[in-house]
């Protein structure tokens, strides 16, 4: 058993793992402090990981521990005002915005085609996020898990705005309602079967949603969905990068 703390989300997170594909995974948050106490400590039992098997068959063990461990990470996470938010997270000139939707719908592309056009721009993660809000602020945090692009970085940033995405051949964005938000958010966000951590994931969902807007953008992949979105959300005039 390979036991090691590794520093994600603001929080000391000890993981004990048998495969070293974890440690691995994780290596660019590794602590340099391994003696102090842990805020977390995550494994998956053998029971985790047959289960999982079940569904991933064809998937390495490695790998499927490393499923495991991150999901009993985030069942714990509302103890500490955070939650995973299945989201690609982009950073613009030290800011945050969020692009949601199910698997395929383009967040990928979306966000690839930012990186193009606009300056100032980053991923902080991909996919797997974990959110923090303290003082009614809502900080977004990037993550080992990233996605199968493995597109981001050991940051945070301060999230400002939601923007659902969903397909289309005109490009154009309105401001969701908080029912319309609602409906949304909460396929995009695991929620722990244990009663009291799933109360406080709703909770914290809820208070994402007063604090800070959220857009739905039917787009195409063009340049023009970019600066549809970017002069919305970001609300500040559209200056393409120079290429």
Not at 208 to 235: G, H, R, W
Request: hydrophobic share 35%.
């Amino acid at each position: 058993m390979i036991e090691m703390i590794y520093d994600i989300a603001g929080l000391r997170i000890k993981i004990n793992n048998r495969y070293r594909f974890t440690t691995e995974f994780c290596r660019e948050y590794l602590s340099p402090d391994q003696v102090s106490s842990a805020d977390i400590t995550a494994n998956a039992s053998d029971e985790d990981i047959a289960k999982e098997k079940e569904c991933s068959p064809n998937f390495l063990d490695g790998y499927i521990e490393n499923i495991c461990i991150y999901r009993n990470i985030c069942k714990e996470l509302p103890s500490f005002s955070r939650f995973l938010l299945h989201a690609a997270i982009m950073d613009y000139s030290g800011i945050g915005y969020a692009f949601l939707g199910p698997s395929g719908i383009g967040k990928s592309t979306h966000t690839s085609l930012w990186l193009k056009y606009i300056p100032s721009t980053r991923i902080v993660n991909g996919d797997k996020p974990i959110l923090h809000i303290e003082n009614d602020i809502i900080y977004a945090y990037g993550t080992p898990w990233m996605g199968k692009e493995h597109r981001g970085e050991n940051s945070r940033t301060v999230l400002k705005a939601l923007c659902f995405l969903e397909q289309a051949k005109e490009n154009s964005i309105v401001r969701l309602s908080r029912s319309q938000t609602v409906d949304r958010i909460f396929h995009q966000v695991l929620l722990p079967e244990e009663e009291r951590n799933a109360a406080k994931t709703l909770e914290l969902m809820d208070k994402m949603i007063t604090l800070i807007p959220a857009y739905l953008l039917n787009c195409d992949i063009s340049e023009d969905a970019v600066k549809l979105a970017f002069e919305t959300i970001v609300q500040k005039p559209y200056i393409q990068k120079e290429l």
